[in-house]
């Protein structure tokens, strides 16, 4: 058995307390490791170490701070092997895709904020010969980083590269289904040199360390990816503790299909952009709504695609669809599917539980499913299901698919799929989400301001605005008159 440790102050410690919780392999509903059940005590040392680090690294010359985060980029791509596998078994997502997306990217992250920094700066603004302003941008101090379970080392590492790259110190927690490519990037981060205290990971339970690391006075700025409910929670207590914040929550995106877009390209793109990651991204597009002349033909070949998936073992390089998460999801992904029958939505693939053979038999697999008759306002339509399980529903008129997509209470990504530039330029201003792709799915620069509108969170991550975000601006105005 694997126990996993946190880090504090540069050093792979057990909690305080002793106690450690189960961690399971979803593709075979096994324990396989143990992780510290950790508590307040863990956090504050955690705060103590990042306070004590922060005047040194926020002074260390960015360069320096640079080369140390370029090092630790170059050993996530050295580990990719390593560090896929360990995603792939802790969260059940197929190795192939833990090595082309999750592991690159999280290098991606570390590398891109590493070389940022070099580049970051800030306003000064002339009064006309009487006077100059400039600002200085300072780091925050201590912050705190929650990240969630789908994309672990990758969501994490979005987190933490901006905040240490602009010179602030981090008491970040993982999330406690999916813990063990952080445990193993602690390990990277001692190999790289990063100073103690400057990252500390503190692993356990959301409503203990989560709570403890947002409810801590010390600790002025969070930034937080995870559930809209837990993203409420978080705000409820640092909201009148005036911390900073950043929420990434969940989304219900629409993808939009007009009847003269490339068809094949929509249905393939469509195949993705529903079912990655068995459709546990809050980018997924999970109500699709295609305009009705190609309503049949668009049904007819996504069905087709979506039967030839294979859901099977994350490390069968045949394997399309591995393991949701948890038991616990993937029996709210079925419930989910039972609440979609009784609203009237008729199953036209999948809908069911995978039970496979061997090993894999107490596995959480669920068949992708597509579900059609539904009205744009159901439950089913609006509540966030988070697994592999889309709508798809046909319109007749711009007008009428604005109304649909923007009927939810979240405002995260959108999809559009037109060869009419001017419609799609149209369209794409009036859709209330923060994020549109146009003829695409999830191409990411990671320059752009990433986030969502309404319940799908607060602030922007990515480029610049995550380096904003972890910084203090500073005023000071000379007169020179
Ligand atoms: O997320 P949680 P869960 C959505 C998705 C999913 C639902 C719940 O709909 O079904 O959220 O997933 C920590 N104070 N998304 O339960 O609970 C927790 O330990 C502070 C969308 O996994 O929000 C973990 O580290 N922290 C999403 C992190 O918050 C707390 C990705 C996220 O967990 C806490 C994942 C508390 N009181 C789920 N309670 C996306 N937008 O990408 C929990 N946490």
Same mark, same amino acid.
Request: charged content about 20%; overall charge negative.
């Given at each position: 058995?694997? @126990?996993?440790?946190?880090?504090? &102050?540069?050093?792979?410690?057990?909690?305080?307390?002793?106690?450690?919780?189960?961690? @399971?392999?979803?593709?075979?509903?096994?324990?396989?490791?143990?992780?510290?059940?950790?508590?307040?005590?863990?956090?504050?040392?955690?705060?103590?170490?990042?306070?004590?680090?922060?005047? !040194?690294?926020?002074? *260390?010359?960015?360069?320096?701070?640079?080369?140390?985060?370029?090092?630790?980029?170059?050993?996530?791509?050295?580990?990719?092997?390593?560090?896929?596998?360990?995603?792939?078994?802790?969260?059940?997502?197929?190795?192939?895709?833990?090595?082309?997306?999750?592991?690159?990217?999280?290098?991606?992250? =570390?590398?891109?904020?590493?070389?940022?920094?070099? +580049? @970051?700066?800030?306003?000064?603004?002339?009064?006309?010969?009487?006077?100059?302003?400039?600002?200085?941008?300072?780091?925050?101090?201590?912050?705190?980083?929650?990240?969630?379970?789908?994309?672990?080392?990758?969501?994490?590492?979005?987190? =933490?590269?901006?905040?240490?790259?602009?010179?602030?110190?981090?008491?970040? *927690?993982?999330?406690?289904?999916?813990?063990?490519?952080? @445990?193993?990037?602690?390990?990277?981060?001692?190999?790289?040199?990063?100073?103690?205290?400057?990252?500390?990971?503190?692993?356990?339970?959301?409503?203990?360390?989560?709570?403890?690391?947002?409810? +801590?006075?010390? %600790?002025?700025?969070?930034?937080?990816?995870?559930?809209?409910?837990?993203?409420?929670?978080?705000?409820?207590?640092?909201?009148?503790?005036?911390?900073?914040?950043?929420?990434?929550?969940?989304?219900?995106?629409?993808?939009?299909?007009?009847? &003269?877009?490339?068809?094949?390209?929509?249905?393939?793109? #469509?195949?993705?952009?529903?079912?990655?990651?068995?459709?546990?991204?809050?980018?997924?597009? #999970?109500?699709?709504?295609?305009?009705?002349? %190609?309503?049949?033909?668009?049904?007819?070949?996504?069905?087709?695609?979506?039967?030839?998936?294979?859901?099977?073992?994350?490390?069968?390089?045949?394997?399309?669809?591995?393991?949701?998460?948890?038991?616990?999801?993937?029996?709210?992904?079925?419930?989910? /599917?039972?609440?979609?029958?009784?609203?009237?939505?008729?199953?036209?693939?999948?809908?069911?539980?995978?039970?496979?053979?061997?090993?894999?038999? &107490?596995?959480?697999?669920?068949?992708?499913? /597509?579900?059609?008759?539904?009205?744009?306002?159901?439950?089913?339509?609006?509540?966030?299901?988070?697994?592999?399980?889309?709508?798809?529903?046909?319109? *007749?008129?711009?007008?009428?698919? %604005?109304?649909?997509?923007? #009927?939810?209470?979240?405002?995260?990504? !959108?999809?559009?799929?037109?060869?009419?530039?001017?419609?799609?330029?149209?369209?794409?201003?009036?859709?209330?989400?923060?994020?549109?792709?146009?003829?695409?799915?999830?191409?990411?620069?990671?320059?752009?301001?990433?986030?969502?509108?309404?319940?799908?969170?607060?602030?922007?991550?990515?480029?610049?605005?995550?380096?904003?975000?972890?910084?203090?601006?500073?005023?000071?105005?000379?007169?020179?008159?």
């Amino acid at each position: 058995m694997i @126990y996993l440790e946190n880090y504090i &102050d540069g050093e792979l410690q057990p909690p305080i307390n002793g106690r450690f919780l189960d961690n @399971y392999n979803p593709s075979k509903g096994v324990v396989y490791s143990q992780i510290p059940d950790s508590d307040k005590a863990d956090v504050q040392a955690a705060v103590v170490a990042a306070k004590s680090a922060f005047k !040194s690294w926020s002074e *260390k010359p960015k360069e320096e701070r640079s080369k140390i985060l370029v090092r630790l980029a170059d050993l996530i791509a050295e580990n990719l092997e390593s560090l896929a596998a360990a995603e792939s078994i802790d969260n059940g997502k197929p190795l192939s895709l833990a090595k082309k997306v999750d592991i690159p990217r999280a290098a991606s992250n =570390i590398g891109f904020y590493a070389t940022a920094i070099l +580049h @970051y700066a800030s306003e000064s603004h002339s009064m006309e010969g009487a006077g100059i302003n400039y600002t200085l941008r300072k780091p925050i101090g201590v912050v705190g980083c929650i990240s969630p379970w789908n994309l672990p080392l990758y969501l994490f590492t979005w987190k =933490i590269a901006p905040a240490i790259a602009a010179g602030n110190c981090v008491v970040a *927690k993982p999330s406690e289904i999916t813990p063990m490519t952080a @445990y193993l990037f602690s390990k990277l981060c001692l190999q790289a040199g990063l100073p103690p205290g400057v990252l500390n990971i503190v692993h356990g339970l959301g409503p203990k360390v989560g709570a403890a690391i947002t409810e +801590h006075p010390e %600790i002025t700025a969070i930034s937080f990816t995870g559930g809209t409910q837990t993203g409420a929670t978080i705000a409820k207590v640092a909201a009148p503790m005036f911390k900073k914040l950043s929420l990434e929550l969940g989304g219900k995106n629409p993808n939009i299909i007009f009847a &003269d877009c490339d068809l094949d390209k929509a249905i393939s793109t #469509s195949v993705h952009s529903s079912f990655a990651n068995q459709g546990q991204i809050c980018l997924c597009g #999970s109500r699709i709504f295609v305009e009705e002349p %190609i309503y049949e033909a668009f049904k007819k070949g996504f069905v087709e695609k979506i039967k030839q998936l294979k859901i099977g073992d994350p490390f069968d390089p045949k394997t399309n669809q591995g393991a949701v998460v948890s038991e616990d999801h993937m029996k709210k992904v079925l419930a989910c /599917i039972d609440l979609a029958k009784e609203e009237g939505g008729t199953i036209i693939a999948g809908g069911n539980r995978v039970v496979l053979e061997g090993d894999l038999a &107490d596995g959480y697999y669920i068949e992708p499913t /597509i579900i059609e008759g539904l009205p744009f306002d159901c439950r089913t339509n609006q509540e966030e299901i988070f697994g592999p399980v889309v709508t798809i529903a046909p319109f *007749k008129t711009e007008e009428e698919v %604005i109304k649909y997509a923007n #009927s939810t209470l979240y405002g995260l990504a !959108s999809c559009i799929w037109t060869e009419n530039l001017t419609k799609a330029h149209r369209l794409a201003a009036s859709l209330e989400t923060g994020i549109v792709w146009i003829n695409c799915w999830l191409v990411r620069d990671l320059r752009t301001p990433f986030g969502g509108v309404k319940n799908s969170g607060v602030g922007r991550e990515g480029g610049f605005e995550a380096l904003h975000f972890f910084t203090e601006p500073q005023n000071i105005c000379v007169k020179i008159q």
